[in-house]
C-alpha cells in the first residue's frame, strides 16, 4: 500500500512532521477499519490545528490538569472512560492501560452510529488487552436524560461518579454535569462546550496525555485520600482555560516574530 493510501509504515522518520502524519494514517486506516467515523477525520484535523498553536508539547497547565485528573481518578469510586473511533484509533495500548491500573471500565459510546463499528472498536480495544468492555450490548444501554444524539445510549456511565470523555462533541457533558457526575475532558479546543462545562479538562492531545497520566497515576497510587483531595480542590478549571488560551496568544506572538527568520528565498 502506498503512502497516498494510508500506510504510515512509508512515512520517512527523518520527516519534519513524521509524528503529526504518524497519527494522521493511524487515523485514515481506523476509518477504512470503521473504527473512526468519517467525521471523525474532520474531527482530527481541528484538533491538528489547535495542537500547532499550542506549540504541539504537554505545557504545565495541561500537566497540572492531568495530575488533578488522575487524583480525581484515584479518588473515585465508579470511575468510567468513555471511548470512541478517534480515541480507540489513536491510544489503544494506552487507554486500556489506563482502564487497567484504575480498574475502570472502558465504555464505548459513539456519536456516529453505523452497522460494524461498535465491533471493530471492541476488536481494537481486546487485541490491546482490554478486560472490562461496556456499552457493546444494546439490552444493556439505558438511555440519560436530556441527550437527544446516539451518544445518550449508555451503560456504566449511569452509575458512575467520574467519567472521563476524550475528543468529545456537543452537549454530553452538560448532560451528565446535571446527573451530578464529575467530567474530565480531553479536548485540544479550550472553548469547545465541552472543555468548558467540564470539571477538568486537559488541553492537550490525547497521544500525549494519556501516557503521562498512566506514569502520574503510579506515581500517586500511594498517597492518602487528603492528598488527592488536595491537589483536586487547588485545580480551577476556569484559569486552566483562561491559561491555555493566553498560551496560544503568546505562542502566535512569538511565532509572528520568528516566522520568516529562517525563510530565505
Ligand atoms: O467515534 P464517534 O462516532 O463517537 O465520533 C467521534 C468524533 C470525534 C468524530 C465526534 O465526537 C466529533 O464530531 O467531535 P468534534 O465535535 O469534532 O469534537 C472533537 C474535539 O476533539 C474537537 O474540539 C477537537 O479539537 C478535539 N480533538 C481532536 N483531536 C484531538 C482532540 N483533542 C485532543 N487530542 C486529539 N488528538
Given at each position: 500500500?502506498?503512502?497516498e493510501n494510508?500506510?504510515?509504515?512509508?512515512?520517512?522518520?527523518?520527516?519534519?512532521?513524521y509524528?503529526s502524519l504518524?497519527y494522521?494514517?493511524?487515523i485514515?486506516?481506523?476509518m477504512?477499519?470503521?473504527?473512526?467515523?468519517e467525521?471523525?477525520l474532520i474531527?482530527?484535523?481541528r484538533?491538528?490545528?489547535f495542537d500547532?498553536?499550542?506549540?504541539?508539547?504537554?505545557n504545565?497547565?495541561?500537566r497540572?490538569?492531568i495530575?488533578?485528573a488522575?487524583?480525581?481518578l484515584?479518588l473515585?469510586?465508579?470511575?468510567?472512560i468513555?471511548?470512541n473511533?478517534?480515541?480507540a484509533?489513536?491510544?489503544?495500548k494506552?487507554i486500556v492501560?489506563l482502564?487497567?491500573?484504575?480498574k475502570?471500565?472502558?465504555?464505548i459510546?459513539?456519536f456516529?452510529k453505523?452497522?460494524?463499528?461498535i465491533?471493530?472498536?471492541?476488536?481494537v480495544?481486546?487485541?490491546?488487552g482490554?478486560?472490562?468492555?461496556?456499552?457493546?450490548?444494546?439490552e444493556?444501554?439505558?438511555?440519560?436524560?436530556?441527550?437527544?444524539?446516539n451518544r445518550?445510549?449508555?451503560?456504566s456511565?449511569?452509575d458512575?461518579d467520574v467519567?472521563?470523555?476524550?475528543l468529545e462533541?456537543?452537549?454530553?457533558?452538560e448532560?451528565?454535569?446535571k446527573?451530578g457526575k464529575?467530567?474530565?475532558?480531553i479536548?485540544?479546543?479550550?472553548?469547545?462546550?465541552?472543555?468548558?462545562w467540564?470539571?477538568?479538562?486537559?488541553?492537550?492531545?490525547i497521544?500525549?496525555?494519556i501516557?503521562?497520566m498512566?506514569?502520574?497515576?503510579?506515581?500517586?497510587?500511594?498517597?492518602?485520600?487528603?492528598?488527592?483531595e488536595?491537589i483536586?480542590r487547588r485545580?480551577?478549571?476556569?484559569k486552566?482555560i483562561?491559561?491555555?488560551l493566553e498560551?496560544?496568544?503568546?505562542?502566535?506572538?512569538?511565532?509572528k516574530?520568528?516566522?520568516f527568520?529562517n525563510?530565505?528565498?
Amino acid at each position: 500500500m502506498s503512502q497516498e493510501n494510508g500506510n504510515n509504515s512509508t512515512i520517512p522518520r527523518s520527516h519534519p512532521r513524521y509524528l503529526s502524519l504518524k497519527y494522521r494514517h493511524k487515523i485514515i486506516e481506523g476509518m477504512k477499519n470503521l473504527v473512526v467515523a468519517e467525521a471523525g477525520l474532520i474531527a482530527h484535523g481541528r484538533g491538528e490545528a489547535f495542537d500547532y498553536i499550542l506549540g504541539e508539547r504537554t505545557n504545565e497547565i495541561a500537566r497540572e490538569a492531568i495530575k488533578a485528573a488522575s487524583a480525581l481518578l484515584l479518588l473515585a469510586k465508579k470511575p468510567v472512560i468513555s471511548v470512541n473511533g478517534n480515541t480507540a484509533a489513536l491510544v489503544p495500548k494506552e487507554i486500556v492501560e489506563l482502564s487497567k491500573i484504575l480498574k475502570a471500565p472502558l465504555e464505548i459510546n459513539l456519536f456516529y452510529k453505523k452497522k460494524g463499528r461498535i465491533e471493530a472498536i471492541k476488536k481494537v480495544l481486546e487485541e490491546a488487552g482490554a478486560l472490562d468492555i461496556r456499552g457493546i450490548h444494546e439490552e444493556k444501554l439505558v438511555e440519560i436524560e436530556g441527550l437527544d444524539s446516539n451518544r445518550r445510549l449508555v451503560e456504566s456511565i449511569k452509575d458512575a461518579d467520574v467519567v472521563m470523555v476524550p475528543l468529545e462533541d456537543g452537549d454530553r457533558t452538560e448532560a451528565l454535569k446535571k446527573l451530578g457526575k464529575k467530567i474530565i475532558a480531553i479536548d485540544l479546543n479550550p472553548l469547545s462546550r465541552t472543555a468548558l462545562w467540564a470539571d477538568i479538562t486537559i488541553v492537550d492531545n490525547i497521544v500525549r496525555a494519556i501516557p503521562l497520566m498512566n506514569t502520574l497515576i503510579q506515581k500517586l497510587k500511594n498517597s492518602t485520600k487528603s492528598e488527592l483531595e488536595e491537589i483536586v480542590r487547588r485545580f480551577d478549571n476556569k484559569k486552566c482555560i483562561q491559561a491555555s488560551l493566553e498560551l496560544i496568544k503568546n505562542y502566535l506572538d512569538v511565532q509572528k516574530e520568528k516566522a520568516f527568520k529562517n525563510v530565505k528565498i
